[in-house]
């Protein structure tokens, strides 16, 4: 029989970020099925304690951000390139955007059908439904603000970053003091905005939360020449990353636990600028490919092994609540990889087939790296 294909790296240039976004994708996991390990009357204090885990989805913002004017910053100035640039995310991110929706809505039509509720019950009106598969869930409420694969509001937003990236772009390369020094300001007047009204940062709407982070990672991009003299950026990773982790699941203040998303990014991409990788980075980095397949698909093994059958059926205690979620575990790692192979991979290279935009012109200077564009993965996920 032939081999599975390995999972490998698209390129030896982003090992470390490839390595975040892995250790996005398993904080996020956590976030969302940590709370099964413990009884239920410990679950409320749990679950605001970890509620900072949610922040390293704004780590994937930040490090698409990067990547996307890494890859894309002067290959989007026409319009063949520009539509060439919005057809490979659609590419990358709208098959398993669509598979993941239609398995959601299956899996709680079973719900109904075997005539149980749950007190977040997704809207089934079409119009609410059809605004999901368009991605617009993150930019309009539609119904009771409840929808299926719940994460997928994240991908919208990234969508809303893509469409408006020329502009960065073009500000990055005009002036990139002034880009930061915008970014930084939109940071600090939308966390202050979220103050005053007492929301929590993740309580924000999707794109006002995106674009912070985002651009910060555009910014991070133009500013990489200063990057490369970043002095130890491995041990400074070392450093930040469980501080990071420390402070999200210690119910440390938002802005706090978000500077230091910034902090470990940045480090990421100047280790990377540098070519210096750590022997536990270039293992691992490979995983990095499985991030939107994991981010996509966690939510649906958690709904029905450790919700419904490990805690709804066998109402299992901490011990054998363990071994349920290894399995619940095993079965989203399968799943993603199974899905990124057979599934994702073949759409995209199918959508990229489309000739839609004629070619656009290569700018002198566009790239200094031997990453092919169609390959590169969204952050986000």
Not at 78 to 98: D, K, W
Not at 200 to 221: D, M, N
Not at 315 to 343: D, E, K, Q, R
Request: glycine residues 8%.
């Amino acid at each position: 029989m032939p081999s599975l294909p390995r999972l490998r790296p698209l390129s030896g240039e982003l090992l470390n970020l490839d390595f975040l976004r892995f250790v996005a994708s398993a904080g996020i996991v956590a976030y969302h099925s940590v709370q099964y390990f413990v009884p239920r009357e410990h679950r409320a204090a749990l679950g605001e304690r970890t509620l900072g885990l949610a922040l390293f989805v704004d780590l994937f913002f930040v490090i698409s951000g990067f990547v996307i004017a890494y890859v894309y910053h002067a290959r989007v100035g026409t319009f063949a390139g520009y539509g060439t640039f919005l057809q490979r995310r659609v590419g990358r991110l709208v098959p398993l955007h669509l598979l993941t929706l239609l398995a959601s809505i299956g899996v709680w039509g079973g719900v109904v059908a075997l005539g149980q509720t749950a007190h977040h019950m997704p809207s089934f009106d079409p119009r609410c439904i059809v605004q999901t598969a368009l991605l617009l869930h993150a930019i309009v409420d539609c119904g009771n603000g409840i929808y299926f694969n719940s994460v997928s509001w994240s991908i919208g937003a990234e969508m809303v970053m893509y469409v408006v990236f020329p502009a960065f772009a073009w500000a990055g390369y005009q002036a990139r003091s002034i880009l930061l020094a915008t970014t930084l300001a939109l940071v600090v007047s939308t966390a202050a905005v979220g103050w005053i009204k007492g929301m929590a940062w993740e309580h924000l709407w999707p794109v006002c939360r995106a674009l912070p982070s985002f651009l910060i990672g555009v910014s991070l991009f133009y500013w990489r020449d200063v990057l490369r003299l970043l002095p130890k950026p491995n041990l400074i990773l070392a450093t930040s990353l469980p501080l990071l982790i420390i402070a999200m699941t210690n119910s440390a203040p938002d802005v706090a636990s978000l500077a230091l998303v910034y902090i470990v990014v940045a480090a990421a991409i100047a280790a990377d600028l540098q070519g210096s990788v750590v022997s536990v980075v270039e293992r691992f980095s490979p995983l990095g490919q499985l991030t939107y397949s994991i981010y996509m698909w966690h939510m649906i093994p958690i709904m029905i092994v450790m919700n419904s059958i490990g805690d709804r059926i066998l109402h299992a205690g901490t011990g054998l609540m363990l071994a349920v979620g290894a399995v619940c575990y095993a079965i989203i790692f399968v799943l993603a990889y199974v899905s990124l192979v057979f599934i994702e991979t073949p759409a995209r290279r199918w959508i990229d087939s489309w000739k839609l935009f004629a070619a656009a012109p290569g700018a002198a200077g566009a790239r200094t790296h031997p990453i092919r564009a169609e390959e590169i993965q969204p952050a986000e996920r």
